[in-house]
T-cell receptor, first 117, second 111 residues
């Protein structure tokens, strides 16, 4: 079974440009999460989808970030316009359930390293 | 305002010895805790978990201890192996909410 995949693995853009990150969750996982890790600090929650609906987007930094999950399958995270402080590694994760215990275990993708110059 | 803290950014241990990674949290409402392991250029992978109704959970070489009164948990790896060298993240959650992660501790197991 394929794991969570993310594209691209790396992206280098200039300040003011737009970047779109993609995440394909594990097939059958209704829950999809976006996280960001900046400069070796903690992995910070951005938002959580249940199927195509945004369950919790309390971690989104500002309105330059837009996440979508078309048809409850893959998800995209767009940053427009990108700023220097947006640099970091963006992780996507998926889970079958959302409760504690094995069904709530989140499987992470390898991340997209975004560098904004 | 960091709710989950891992105060040791790095730890070095000799192969075969015990590795102890520590994690402190501030939110007394957290009821479920996880440890994740991360290798370079990979995403974090789930390692072991513990519910707040327990004080210990063991899985092979890995044991997690939870001290609710101290708001502290620790991960013990015995015996440590070179393949355990990775960054370890502690994560916690209040039921129905999303996980809060710590900044990670980089473990180096020396042969």
């Amino acid at each position: 079974e394929a794991g969570v995949t993310q594209f691209p693995s790396h992206s280098v853009i200039e300040k003011g440009q737009t970047v779109t990150l993609r995440c394909d969750p594990i097939s059958g996982h209704d829950n999809l999460y976006w996280y960001r890790r900046v400069m070796g600090k903690e992995i910070k929650f951005l938002l959580h989808f249940v199927k195509e609906s945004k369950q919790d987007e309390s971690g989104m930094p500002n309105n330059r970030f837009l996440a979508e999950r078309t048809g409850g399958t893959y998800s995209t995270l767009k940053v427009q316009p990108a700023e220097l402080e947006d640099s970091g590694v963006y992780f996507c994760a998926s889970s079958q359930g959302f409760t504690s215990g094995p069904s709530g275990e989140q499987f992470f993708g390898p991340g997209t390293r975004l560098t904004v110059l | 305002d960091q709710q989950v803290k891992q105060n040791s950014p790095s730890l070095s241990v000799q192969e075969g010895r015990i590795s102890i990674l520590n994690c402190d949290y501030t939110n007394s409402m957290f009821d479920y805790f996880l440890w994740y392991k991360k290798y370079p250029a990979e995403g974090p992978t789930f390692l072991i978990s513990i519910s707040s109704i327990k004080d210990k959970n063991e899985d092979g070489r890995f044991t997690v201890f939870l001290n609710k009164s101290a708001k502290h948990l620790s991960l013990h790896i015995v015996p440590s192996q070179p393949g355990d060298s990775a960054v370890y993240f502690c994560a916690a959650r209040n039921y129905g909410q999303n996980f809060v992660f710590g900044p990670g501790t980089r473990l180096s197991v020396l042969p």
